[in-house]
């Protein structure tokens, strides 16, 4: 009989053939151990404790500064982008809140030299007294109610019991009315760690009750340090250029930068990775072709931009990718134009450094400002858009088109040279009295470089010195040297209703070129100041300061006139003729009182002096009284 309980025959691999093994002793090969599961570099280089986070230098300061005088908070909340380190910073703050190192430290510290008593079960998030909740799964009351309900127990093992609850703005409006009053006054031993990403939606009342820190964007300088002290570790050869469009693109999350490096490596060949197939993996163009492009548009080159957007397309880039890349060139040169030492950053090749400042002295801010419109919304056309490559070439055509528009300062004066506006500028060749330096053009190509259109945006610089005294003056608008001349004025504009009301409302206080002070009358609409700062701009084109002045008590010009009037009908009365013929007619009345120059039907001049009729002076009496007319 064979006995059962024997363990079965071993079966030895043959060296040569690969067989079964024939029963030879001493030739069984040494058990090998299973490789380890990959890490991901997101899960391998997560820090550990608060010297190894980056650039959060604040939130750091101002932890230690607390845990060192003992005031640590219930309650924290962590705001920020995805991947900047929120639910890391919670688990490092866990470890703090529980360090303990048997005869060196046991209390709260930031200070963590080596791994403590409940370190390693913490960071592998595996400690039972550290519970981690996804709010986006447990949204409800009853889970507050087992968190409220669990916290009155001491911690099993650790020092406290910490809650990490991670995307917290996910939770119901029940579940956090029911967190309130434990969150306010929590057990001694219970500590409250929040993360979300969309600090908004959590109530007032739940922030009012932690100590808030918002994680800030990593910096390109440093992500990009941080990608290559990785490399290092990882005996990964990676160019600069590779890191600094890795940071780019990750726009300041390190997971995301660390994902996008995990996989540059696994694009690459050989332990390496280059800018070429980073742009590759991520659909990216070259950068200098892109400028090639933006130069092209603002030309007003427009068959050779679409021909460059054409083999762009067909080299794999994405049309709404490369429009995205055109508004970021387009960004870069206006923030280079108008701050220049904005441009020294980490992320910005040499190349495009040194163009994009080219570019900054040579254009003007009405066709950046416009490009960027036109860019942004051509985005959201080729993201809809059932042809995204059509879509993005009407987008640049729209661009050349724009950017060969003069300006409004350009346009105006031409029209005060005696021209018309033309629809496009003159061509950068054409005559000038000024040396016309050489237009910038596209990197070097197989096509020739050829000068910038007519009508480019990109034009030369304007004539100086002698050229600008050939240039016939704009016409000078109306000299107003009295308030009584911006009244004539707006009656000479046809403008019946604001002469009237100068006339009828205003108060004035003090009159100088450029500058109006008055009061307005009880019942005078307060938008005069307004409207006539307005009307005086459009019609003398300066900028008056209209103000309004508390107290004047100057007559308005109205009252003035009517005070005149009273005074010449009273010194006519008075005359000796007049008055006999006031006697002759009861009931006759002085209607005007006019020189003999004065046309019969116009009313006497606003600032003519008050004074009796003399013997020129004629006084037209009404006589009708009953049947009698004189």
Known sequence: MTDETAPPAREIAS?????????????????????????????????????????????????????????????????????????????????????????????????????????????????????????????????????????????????????????????????????????????????????????????VTVRSRCIRFDLKRIETELMVAHLGKICALEAITAEPEALALIARVAEGSVRDALSLLDQGIAHGAAGRVEAADIRAMLGLSDRSEVIDLFVH?????????????GKLHLAGADPAELLIELAEFCHFVTRAKLTPGGINDAAISETERRRGGELAARLALGPLTRAWQILIKGVEDVKTSPRPLASAEMALIRLAFAADLPT?????????????????????????????????????????????????ALRAPAPQGDA???RAPAPPGPRLARFEDVVALARAKRDIRMATALEAEVRLARFEPGRVEFSLVEGASPDLVQALSRRLAE??????????????????????????????????????????????????????VRGPDAAAVEPPAPAAPASAPGDDDVAYIDARDDNDEL
């Open 408 to 456: 409004p300062e350009d346009a105006l004066r031409r029209l005060a040279e005696g021209g018309d506006a033309p629809a496009r500028l003159a061509p950068i060749g054409a005559a000038s009295p000024a040396p016309v330096s050489a237009p910038i053009s596209a990197a070097p190509s197989p096509r020739p470089s050829a000068s910038l259109s007519e009508g480019a």
């Open 15 to 203: 060296p040569g053939l690969g067989l079964p093994g024939l029963g030879l002793p001493g030739l069984e090969p040494a058990p090998t151990a299973a490789p380890s599961p990959y890490r991901v570099l997101a899960r391998k280089y997560r820090p550990a404790g608060f010297e190894d986070l980056i650039g959060q230098d604040a939130m750091v300061r101002t932890l230690a500064n607390s845990f060192a005088a003992n005031r640590v908070h219930q309650a924290y909340i962590l705001t920020g982008v995805r991947g900047v380190g929120k639910t890391t910073t919670a688990r490092i703050l866990a470890r703090a809140f529980n360090y303990s190192l048997p005869g060196k430290i046991d209390h709260p510290s930031v200070e963590m030299p080596e791994l403590g008593v409940h370190c390693q079960a913490i960071i592998e998030s595996r400690h039972v007294d550290v519970i981690e909740m996804d709010a986006a799964s447990h949204t409800g009351i009853d889970d507050m109610r087992e968190i409220i309900e669990n916290a009155r127990y001491r911690p099993v093992s650790a020092r406290t019991k910490v809650y990490i609850i991670d995307e917290v703005h996910m939770l119901s409006k029940a579940a956090f009315n029911g967190l309130l009053k434990t969150l306010e006054e929590p057990p001694e031993h219970v500590k409250f760690l929040f993360a979300t990403t969309e600090i908004e939606k959590v109530p």
């Open 468 to 470: 600008l005294a050939k």
């Open 539 to 592: 019609w003398t084109g300066e900028r008056w300061m209209v103000t309004l002045a508390a107290g004047a008590s100057a007559p308005t010009l109205r009252e003035a006139a009517n005070a005149r009037r009273d005074e010449r009908f009273g010194g006519a009365g008075e005359h000796p003729v007049v008055r006999k013929v006031l006697e002759r007619f009861p009931g006759a009345k002085i209607v005007d």
């Open 297 to 309: 548009a603002m030309a007003g080159e427009i068959a050779p931009a679409l021909d460059l957007i």
